[in-house]
DNA sequence: ATCGATCTGTAGTATTCCTACACGCTCGGC
DNA sequence: GCCGAGCGTGTAGGAATACTACAGATCGAT
């Protein structure tokens, strides 16, 4: 049950050393295998230590730092700092049925937190910024998706506070239909699709398009989905390597929602921007006031 | 519009040397001041660089990496290379009015990392192993939820092939009621607020545990839910300290909900696994023969 | 079997980090 | 207002660690 382990994930540093291993020399092999074995405990070496506990002599250590495209062992140790503190991709530590859900939270939440760290680094700026200025220039918003997909579009419906204008997220294929049916030039449909071939979600996107609307598609692979994009964002995380690996997307997929809708919030006007406090103020202010009865309730 | 920067979350470094400076000597807060203005930048300079740029001498900076609880400069350097990559709470580089999107999302990125990190560090194992034996011996399962806490209710209703029994995620208030009103004794509610205040989300758990059916929580703070949990599982994420921070609880939320509905997969039986494994194959099969019919139709 | 090329370790050098000590500065007491 | 105590800061030297030049070993090929 346990994975094979170091898919072909070269931008991250562990996976970058797995890939890069057969073009080692034997014995800097034997530090790059103590290093991806456990990637913490080599933290806590110093030169002569991880020489020691590989069993080879200091200066193949440097070698193997300089092999692996670092200047030197000091820059080689910090930048293995960051791959540990982002946690590890589970293809680093895979799932096992015996472990505790404990060490389960513990490799879950890191391998989330390693995927969102990689689709952080991959994401295209520049079909952001275009996005952006889609959705800002809308006057009506309709958020498309199914499955894990659809949470994403359910949860962007519920941020039209900051995109301004109305937001429509229907979760039946009947009713998406219609919606993006009666775009006009200004309403800007957003399509999300995890492998970019959910055929539901690409004949939705060809309507809007059809209609004469705009389409803004979230994708994390290649698909006929992106060919109907006005702007195409492209999130790439973690492949799901097994039946187990919870699906990451979703996540790196509510964070761009979160960037598309502050970035949207931050260009509108200054009593727009009041409208929202004022309303937050108001929602804070309705919960204390359950608080209060709650406690009345309960006293 | 930019934060006052550096609330008091002192279990991350940056917000530990933040709120430890009134303590340091005047020339050890020069330090403290240049690693908080740029922490990635202090990552470049060795340490009598370090000392050079904040105008100080090299034991300086040796005082305050003791100061603030490292036993060397060497130590720090690594502790800080860790906290700069999982990213920095929005409290250390407050969203700007005229951020770019690419800006803005390096910045939100970072704080959903940050935040991830937290929850992970703050978890509690122990009440994640009571809420796992209490999912796995359940006969059904109910999630319920509002607004952002909804979405994750949603989203663990899709899981239900992990989990292994019926599961149940009813939007409306109504219907909620209805389904924990059926509660058995082996019906489990799963009730996410992360305010733990709202008040709808408390009467369900109320009437669940009337029902005589088991309760676990999901909460971000103390409130009247708790009381009425039989596991309350307590996830911390980042106050929402300006009207911009996104809600980062979902994503916490969510990969809790990972992590329980895998730990209740692994503990199921082999003929389950099966299952479900067959079922994903023949899902990502159903995807490749729509893949084909959209390749053959673009044709 | 010997040569050549590549790999690996030994030994020495340079850098960087750490510590002992001394100077100054401030503040309280006489 | 001067003196002394105590804290804060820098100087300088010593220890550890990272890095490099070189030579020996090992393997493959002819």
Known sequence: MTLPAHAGDVDTLLGAIAAGMPELRPSEQKVAALVLADPIGALDHNMAGLADAAGVSEPTVMRFCSAIGFDGFR???IALAQAVAVGLPIAHSGLDRHDSP???AEKIFDHSIASLDRARRRLDPAALDRAVGLLAGASSLIFVGFGASGIIAQD???KFPLFGVPCDAPADFHQQFIAVSMSTPRTV???ISHTGHTAETVRIAAAAREAGGRVVTITGDDGPLSSYADVDIRLSTF????MFTPTVSRLAGLVVVDVLATAVALRSSEAHL???RAMKDALARMR????EQDEERSA
Do not use: G
């Open 75 to 77: 820059t080689f140790k």
């Open 274 to 276: 009041r409208r929202v």
């Open 189 to 191: 449909t957003v399509a």
């Open 102 to 104: 404990a060490q389960l």
């Open 156 to 158: 962007a419906q519920q």
């Open 239 to 242: 492949e799901d390597t097994d």
């Open 288 to 291: 204390d006031v359950e608080q």
